[in-house]
């Protein structure tokens, strides 16, 4: 497959909006997890809240997808130029020839849960103001970025779990290959609601501390919320100092529902298959972006997994310790902080470790490390066992 | 403006009055034949025991329409992606989660929050096939049909490997039922492939357009199309119930349509 231009992207979690305050949070290894109180929630967790979201008014002609996880693509679309990028590349290929490919787990489920604590009490139904169809319902974080950027070609969202927006990178590697389109608006919006706190917490999965990766005391993860927007074109030449995506790899556990298969099988799969798409070798790879859950089998599955392609040596971290778990968001989230590691020739080190874990082996970093790398490759791994590995280079002179 | 082909090797059709493909195809090619009979789904015997009994009806659908599509074609499963695509997911689950985060105590059990992904069809028809292929669930909320048919097509021009296509609408129930878009059950598969093989029952090919679609002869058809989003498939279903070489229009997004033209 050909590589992808990556020029302009841009991420909005509980590090803050838009690059600066991102970079800012990675060089000074800050958190952005706190324990605080969000909506009604009783649970005893840590959160990565993005701050502001309530006060977010959407556009005057967008008000019918008024819900928390549309305010956060908003917010998000409208940090470092992204729009006006958006804009430029649609005067040049045409609007219906850029697709929009969002990844999420929940959309704006967080409308239905409030709504259902409204319901008539003689005949159960729904306060009239709520619409499932722009809020609730999967699609609508597409249909909301595709009327807001006023695009016209092909859309939809992508929804496995926590692999949902590293496979937005697939399709748009994909329809543009097969000239389809000649760019794609990708990226992921997930945002805090009941849903995925009471559920992974029934699972016995949720830390009550900021969240552990790769640690021996790990014990969970922590939810965050999060949105991260890339812009991807066809790229008829790569020049020096241009990032790409230059390899997607995606495999299936075919192992259980909720738990990964123990040995990282379908991890290493979809390492391998990015490593294949570019025919790079392992030890190519300057950094690896981690899922790092920090729930005890996420993390031990996926470091046998990436023991097995990589060895021992290549530099890795997690930055859940940062963000928070951004679920459905992640997969974009993580692929915009390899991006910034490509760019400013600095490999984020994680927070929240204190020991790492004796029994895992690879080379989890606890520090930044000033260091040029030309390929970083990212994971993400979903309920269901949806795997996604992405691999983003940088053209070096 | 790009046109992508493909061959279909197996479909598979459960709905109302669509009692599997042997039966639908019979009853498309007479239209005014149709009957709305309750739904009826075979059993997914594929499945350990202990799995088969935390699916939901939505799952259900969406394996039953699944293997009726493999199994007509000479495709092995382990080679074949999956594109598993629909507006809402199990909407009973959903409601049942609703429900309890309204309630006091807000207990939600494990299963029902694993179940609640929307790619638990993928999920399980990994754990029935053990096939490691990749896999990806899509919604487009009433686009869920043209979306997963760009997609697979998209899918097989990229890796020339087959690719097998399932989409899938469930109604909610009450209260959410009023306000979303699917009033019955509607499952479609395809299994699709990159070349034409002894299997094959059609080709198409696949273009986007902005010419209107097609609907349906029939007012209750008709309905069915309009009202439940993988019925926009009814289209290309009843022109491959008689396969003619002919070209038509799918539905997908507002002035953004899918043109396929068959080759028998």
Known sequence: ?397 | MTALQVFVDGIGLYAPGFDGWAHARAVLAAPQTYRATPLELPSIDSLPAAERRRLGMAVKLAMSVAYDAAKQSSSDLQNVGTVFSSSAGDGDNCHQIMEALASTDRAISPTRFHNSVHNAAAGYWGIATGSQQPSISLSAHDAGFGAALLEATSQIHSNAQPCLMVTFDTPYPAPLRTLSNTTHAFGVALLLTPRRSASTLCGLTLSLTQTSFHTMPTPELEAMRSNVPAARALPLLAALAVPQPRTLVIEYLHELNLSITLQP
């Open chain 1, 1 to 397: 497959m050909q590589p992808l231009l990556i020029k302009t992207f841009t991420t909005t979690t509980a590090l803050g909006r838009g690059l600066t305050d991102t970079l800012n949070a990675l060089r000074a290894q800050r958190s952005g997890l706190h324990a605080h109180s969000w909506e009604t929630v009783d649970l005893s967790t840590c959160l990565g809240e993005v701050e502001g979201l309530d006060a977010v008014t959407l556009r005057a002609d967008m008000q019918a997808f008024d819900c928390r996880n549309n305010r956060l693509a908003q917010l998000a679309l409208e940090q470092d130029g992204f729009m006006q990028s958006v804009q430029t590349a649609a005067e040049r290929y045409g609007r219906q020839r850029i697709g929009v490919f969002l990844g999420s787990s929940t959309s704006g489920i967080l409308s239905s849960e409030q709504a259902y604590r409204q319901r008539d009490p003689v005949t159960g139904v729904l306060p009239a103001s709520h619409s499932y169809r722009h809020t609730h319902n999967m699609f609508s974080v597409a249909d909301f970025v595709r009327h807001y950027a006023d695009l016209q070609g092909p859309a939809y969202v992508v929804s496995t779990a926590c692999s949902s927006s590293a496979k937005v990178f697939g399709i748009a590697q994909r329809m543009i290959g097969c000239g389809l389109i000649d760019a794609a608006v990708v990226g992921g919006v997930d945002s805090l609601c009941l849903t995925t706190l009471y559920g992974f917490n029934s699972l016995q999965l949720v830390s009550s501390r900021p969240c552990m990766p790769f640690d021996a005391q790990r014990d969970g993860i922590s939810i965050g919320e999060g949105a991260a927007f890339i812009l991807l074109e066809r790229a008829n030449q790569v020049l020096a100092g241009d990032l790409v995506l230059s390899g997607v790899g995606e495999s299936s556990d075919a192992h259980h529902m909720s738990s990964p298969h123990p040995e990282g099988r379908g991890a290493r799969l979809a390492m391998q298959a990015a490593l294949d798409m570019v025919g790079l070798q392992p030890q190519s790879i300057g950094y690896i972006n981690l899922h790092g859950t920090a729930t005890p089998s996420n993390d031990a599955a996926e470091d046998v997994g990436v023991t097995a392609v990589f060895g021992t040596s290549t530099p890795c971290s997690s930055t859940k310790g940062h963000t928070g778990h951004t679920l459905g968001a992640a997969g974009a989230v993580e692929a915009v902080i390899c991006a910034l590691a490509l760019r400013h020739d600095f490999l984020p080190g994680g927070v929240g470790t204190r020991t790492p874990d004796p029994r895992l082996h690879c080379n989890y970093l606890l520090t930044n490390q000033e260091q040029a790398i030309t390929h970083a490759l990212s994971n993400s791994f979903g309920f269901g066992g949806s795997n996604c590995s992405l691999l983003f280079s940088r053209k070096r002179a």
